[in-house]
């Protein structure tokens, strides 16, 4: 009868890291001329651990934006005017007096106030445009 050789695999455990390795990792990631993947590389981690790190420390270093706080308010009436004051007359529409100014080609141009109809312009146009 022969005799099989058997061989063991252990599996490999997970690494337990401490805060203070992952804070000195995490701080190399940061110095200058260093790439993050070097770091991960040289501790023999996979990149993507060494971001969720850097994620996770500086998450609670930063502390979040301070919530506005709210100002009261009190909703007052407008004064009234007194007899020295003169009540504000109400404001006429004032009435535009705009032009348009239509440039053609061949250094035609149309020049029509903002009252022009709209067809007339068209027939005009449609005129001076030969159609």
Do not use: Y
């Amino acid at each position: 009868m022969t005799r099989a050789s058997i061989e063991l695999v252990r599996a490999e455990r997970r690494r337990c890291w401490t805060r203070s390795e992952k804070e000195r990792l995490v701080a190399a990631s940061f110095e200058p001329g260093v790439s993050a993947s070097e770091v991960a590389r040289a501790a023999g981690i996979h990149v993507s651990q060494l971001f969720r790190w850097r994620n996770l420390l500086c998450e609670r270093v930063v502390s979040p934006a301070p919530v506005p706080a709210l100002v009261p308010v009190a909703v007052v009436p407008p004064p009234r005017p007194t007899s020295v004051e003169a009540e504000p007359q109400p404001t006429r529409p004032r009435r535009s007096g705009g032009h348009i100014e239509i440039s053609l080609g061949g250094g035609r141009r149309v020049r029509v106030g903002s009252d022009v109809d709209a067809a007339a312009l068209r027939r005009v146009l449609d005129a001076l445009e030969g159609r």
